[in-house]
């Protein structure tokens, strides 16, 4: 990408990510709400979920203004991974609103039966609000993962599922506060047992998130079927005898490719730069044009 490109795209992610900001904090407010005025536990909860999925934006932003920094002196392959790291400070979050969620939810369920505590009944208004949160949820997870595509954006990727853990929680949330609704008193464990579904929902995601993230911190190499594209291209040119050593890694959006190719040793130093010249310029037309290439030339054996 040319320096416009790269500043269009991140002013492109950050109004996405504020859009989601804006209906976050409207479904805060919502749901702590309708969570004690309607007595649901589960719909507290939920409002937790939502404060963090606001807090998580803010993360999102500050890391893409600092990824978006051009090569300099400290980083001589960029920032990108500061966006990788965003990844996984949103997944970090989000195993600690699940754990939050689960721990309340199961200090409710155990004094219930072995105390034999009472649960106050939720009231519809709780209801009302779970299905309210579902449909905004869901329609910002659809816009974010769209935009997220169009992007490239590991980061927005994360926060578009940030908002689907949201709206799967609040449908767990619909159906215990539903439930313990319209069965009365004796069924109100259904709230905070709601609420512990929902937990192990956001932890699932926590985990896929992290788990890729960390993996290209760790310098894991490109999917092989990257790599067998990578290949076939370089194959194409028939002055290319042999490719070894391919290496390959991921730097934020962009993809970094290292190798040795084995060309004819009687062809002029000027031939052979030439020929890895375009391979460069293919490789770089398909994977981006801020893919970082390193070619190292051998003479056939």
């Given at each position: 990408m040319e320096e416009n490109q790269i500043e269009t795209r991140q002013?492109?992610?950050?109004?996405?990510?504020?859009?989601?900001?804006?209906?976050?904090a409207i479904l805060i407010v919502l749901k702590f709400a309708a969570g004690i005025l309607g007595s649901s536990s589960a719909m507290v909860a939920d409002g937790v979920h939502s404060l963090s999925d606001f807090l998580t934006d803010f993360v999102v932003i500050v890391m893409l203004k600092i990824s978006s920094k051009p090569c300099d002196d400290d980083h001589d392959f960029g920032h990108g991974k500061y966006e990788t790291l965003a990844t996984t400070i949103i997944g970090l979050l989000?195993?600690?609103?699940?754990?939050?969620?689960?721990?309340?939810?199961?200090?409710?369920?155990?004094?219930?039966?072995?105390?034999d505590e009472l649960l106050q009944s939720p009231g519809w208004l709780a209801f009302g609000a779970a299905v309210a949160s579902i449909l905004m949820k869901e329609g910002i997870f659809q816009y974010t993962i769209k935009k997220s595509k169009n992007l490239n954006s590991?980061?927005?990727?994360?926060?578009?599922?940030?908002?689907?853990?949201?709206?799967?929680?609040?449908?767990?949330?619909a159906i215990g506060i539903g439930a313990a609704c319209l069965l009365g008193s004796k069924w109100a464990i259904l709230d905070p047992l709601a609420a512990v579904i929902v937990s192990l929902f956001?932890?699932?995601?926590?985990?896929?998130?992290?788990?890729?993230?960390?993996?290209?911190?760790?310098?894991?190499?490109?999917?092989?079927?990257?790599?067998?594209?990578?290949?076939?291209?370089?194959?194409?040119?028939?002055?290319?005898?042999?490719?070894?050593?391919?290496?390959?890694?991921?730097?934020?959006?962009?993809?970094?490719?290292?190798?040795?190719?084995?060309?004819?040793?009687?062809?002029?130093?000027?031939?052979?730069?030439?020929?890895?010249?375009?391979?460069?310029?293919?490789?770089?037309?398909?994977?981006?044009?801020?893919?970082?290439?390193?070619?190292?030339?051998?003479?056939w054996k």
């Open positions: 002013k492109e992610i950050v109004k996405v990510t504020l859009i989601g900001t804006v209906v976050n989000l195993i600690l609103v699940g754990g939050g969620i689960l721990w309340s939810g199961a200090v409710h369920i155990y004094g219930f039966i072995v105390n590991e980061a927005l990727v994360a926060n578009a599922w940030h908002h689907r853990s949201d709206a799967l929680s609040s449908i767990g949330t956001i932890f699932k995601v926590a985990i896929q998130l992290i788990q890729s993230s960390v993996n290209q911190l760790l310098e894991s190499s490109l999917p092989k079927e990257i790599e067998d594209q990578i290949e076939e291209i370089v194959h194409s040119y028939p002055e290319v005898t042999e490719l070894h050593n391919l290496r390959t890694r991921q730097v934020g959006v962009n993809y970094a490719i290292s190798m040795h190719v084995r060309m004819d040793g009687n062809i002029t130093l000027y031939e052979s730069h030439e020929k890895v010249d375009l391979i460069e310029k293919e490789l770089k037309e398909k994977f981006g044009h801020q893919t970082i290439i390193t070619i190292h030339v051998e003479p």
